[in-house]
C-alpha cells in the first residue's frame, strides 16, 4: 500500500467523471503545495459490507483500509444518485467502521458534483464520516459539472477551479490544527449543513 499524507477517494465507477475531474483539481493544489497524494482502491471494487466479516474483511476492503488507517486527511468526492450518495460510497466508509484508525479524529473535505450539485450526498457523505469520528473541515457542490469542464471532463470554469483550491486550503490548514480547532470547525460544517456531530452532541 502506497502512503501519503492525503488520500483521494473517488466515489464514481467511470474512469471519466465529473467528480474524477474535481479531485485532479484537488491533487494539483495538494501537489503544488508538496503534500504526497495518493488514491484508494475504487469503492466500486468492494464487496457489499457483511457485518460478520468486519473483523477479517476480504482482501480488497483490507487493502481500502490500510489506505485509510495511513493517511492523515482525506479528500472525497462522490456523486449523487437518486437523491442519496452513490452506493458503492457509502458502502466503503461503512467498512471503515472495523479499521484501525479510520477516520477518527482526522481532517476531510467532501465534494459532490453533479446535475442539480449533489446536496444530499454531501450531507450523507459528512453525516457517515462524522459517525466515524472523523473532522469534517468542509464541503462543495458542484452543479451542471459538465458546463464547467472541457471536453476530457477537466474543471476548467475558474470560479468553480478557485472553490476547489479554497477548500483544500483548508484542508491542508487543518492537517497542522489543533484536535480542539478541528472540532469546531467540523461541529461548524456539521451545523451547517444541518447534521448532528456524532458523538460530541446529542
Ligand atoms: C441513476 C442516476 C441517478 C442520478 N440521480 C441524481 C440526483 O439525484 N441528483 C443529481 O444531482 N444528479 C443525479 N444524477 C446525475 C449525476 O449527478 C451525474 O451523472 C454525475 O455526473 C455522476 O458523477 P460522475 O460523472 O462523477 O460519475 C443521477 C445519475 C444517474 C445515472
Known sequence: VEEA????VCGS???RSANRGVLDVARETL????????????????PALCASQLEAPPDEVMAFRQHVDQARAFVI????????????LKNALDWCVGADRGFYRKPVVVMSAGTTGGTHALKQLA???LWQGAHVI?????????????????????????EIVALVSALIAAIDATEEHRQEISERTAESLGISHYPHQA
Open 5 to 8: 499524507e492525503v488520500l483521494l
Open 13 to 15: 465507477y467511470h474512469a
Open 31 to 46: 501537489v503544488a503545495t508538496t503534500h504526497s497524494v495518493a488514491e484508494s482502491l475504487s469503492p466500486a471494487r468492494l
Open 77 to 88: 468526492a462522490g456523486p449523487e444518485y437518486a437523491g442519496g450518495l452513490a452506493g458503492s
Open 127 to 129: 453525516q457517515t464520516l
Open 138 to 162: 468542509g464541503h462543495l457542490g458542484i452543479a451542471a459539472p459538465k458546463t464547467k469542464s472541457d471536453s476530457s471532463g477537466a474543471i476548467v470554469d475558474p470560479a468553480t477551479r478557485a
